[in-house]
């Protein structure tokens, strides 16, 4: 089992910035990959950004060069860090937990969850 936590969220201007981090327990976290997710109201959750054990990153292209996913397998920690962020960007943000080796890009790929942390950008 893999329990993660989600924090970070919260209330931004458009153009501003936010950092989510995503702690997690219970088992070797360098193993697993480590997505970020989000879900607005009335839409399907979709994909953000993913990273893998060696530091392999994909990102949505709605999200490419604003924001950056990296990981501290240290702290069993993963991080999203958002920069510019615009009104679309708003939705609760979930980070993702899988036994893999390569990125994964669709949520029903990912075992374990977080609870959301909202990110709200207003105009």
């Known amino acids: 089992q893999v329990q993660l936590v989600d924090s970070g969220g919260g209330l931004v201007q458009a153009g501003g910035s936010l950092r989510l981090s995503c702690a997690a327990s219970?088992?070797?976290?360098?193993?697993?990959?480590m997505g970020w997710f989000r879900q607005a109201p009335g839409k399907e959750r979709e994909f953000v950004a993913a990273?893998?054990?060696?530091?392999?990153?994909f990102y949505a292209d709605s999200v490419k060069g604003r924001f950056t996913i990296s990981r501290d397998n240290a702290k069993n920690t993963v991080y999203l860090q958002m920069h510019s962020l615009k009104p679309e960007d708003t939705a609760v943000y979930f980070c993702?937990?899988?036994?893999?080796?390569?990125?994964?890009?669709?949520?029903?790929?990912?075992?374990?969850w977080g609870q959301g942390t909202q990110v709200t950008v207003s105009s």
């Open positions: 219970g088992r070797t976290f360098s193993n697993y990959v």
């Open positions: 990273i893998n054990w060696s530091g392999r990153i």
């Open positions: 993702a937990a899988d036994y893999s080796r390569v990125i994964l890009t669709t949520a029903r790929e990912y075992e374990y």
